[in-house]
């Protein structure tokens, strides 16, 4: 079987920009797979919020992010690409953290140049290290895949929040010289903005969509046409399911009818992975049946 890194660089070879549904635990990545997404990415944001409840602002340990990102990594075959923040700490930190990123079986890691703790970059109070660190950041993590972690850097910059798009442009370049094989510049305002950095940096280059969010949220036919490879849906999993959820319970407070609202009890086991549990396990003359 290919590595999680070969199978993500063949995906980036071909032409067209990725669609890539993020998610925030294994359940949520098997569902992403099932549907026939090539790959998925472990959304800081969605994890944050659905292993400890609380808001991505850098609350979530390395610990706590190499955990749940194994768990997603093992559930699924697709590559899947996972937050590193900023690394946990200094270059050295981003060492560790690129080596236990590959480790844990992700295909990329993805550090970014904010000051921590980190924000999400659609939030307010984000600011951004000196370019000295975060090429730091980014030499550290190219540093560490060519000593033999078997992943690839996705270098993210948050500078267009504070220091506008030139400033944010010319970060990602100097990423890129460094070694990057992935470019997200995090939050352009516009269109117009989208275009400038497809035309002024090498690719592959990611579009961040979030709905409601300050980047447009245009047709993956449309990012693909400026030159992005990956668009990423960080939140749109688990927006629809904290909806889903919340409607449910209203109902059930209420005590009204919510059947419609439930996906059917054996199609739910299907996709939980009941059946292939099954027909593994009656191979083994000592296991026990459980319906």
Not at 4 to 31: I, N, Q, V, W, Y
Not at 152 to 172: C, P, Q, S
Request: aromatic share 6%; glycine share 8%.
């Amino acid at each position: 079987m290919k590595r999680p890194a070969e199978r993500l660089r063949e995906l980036l070879d071909r032409p067209g920009c990725l669609t890539m549904p993020c998610c925030f635990d294994a359940l949520s990545a098997k569902l992403i797979e099932q549907a026939g997404f090539g790959l998925t990415f472990m959304s800081g944001f969605a994890v944050s919020a659905a292993r400890i409840g609380e808001p991505d602002a850098g609350l979530m340990s390395y610990g706590e992010v190499i955990d749940q990102g194994r768990d997603i990594c093992e559930a699924v075959s697709i590559p899947v690409i996972g937050d590193g923040d900023t690394g946990y700490g200094n270059a050295m930190n981003v060492r560790r953290t690129v080596r236990g990123f590959a480790a844990a079986g992700f295909a990329s890691v993805m550090i970014e140049d904010q000051l921590a703790p980190k924000r999400c970059g659609h939030t307010r109070g984000k600011q951004v290290v000196s370019r000295e660190e975060a090429m730091d950041r980014i030499r550290a993590a190219v540093d560490a895949r060519e000593e033999g972690a078997d992943v690839l850097i996705l270098a993210r910059t948050d500078a267009r929040h504070e220091h506008g798009l030139g400033e944010a442009i010319e970060r990602a370049a100097a990423f890129a010289e460094l070694g990057a094989d992935i470019l997200f510049v995090e939050a352009p305002r516009s269109e117009a903005e989208m275009r400038q950095v497809c035309e002024s940096l090498p690719g592959p280059l990611m579009a961040n969509i979030v709905e409601g969010g300050h980047t447009p949220a245009l047709p993956v036919a449309e990012l693909a046409d400026m030159g992005f490879a990956i668009a990423a849906y960080p939140l749109t999993l688990l927006s629809a399911a904290m909806r889903a959820m919340t409607e449910v319970l209203d109902r059930m407070a209420a005590d009204r009818p919510r059947d419609e609202l439930l996906m059917d009890f054996e199609l739910l086991k299907e996709r939980i992975g009941f059946q292939r549990y099954y027909a593994q396990s009656d191979r083994y003359a000592s296991a026990q049946r459980v319906d």
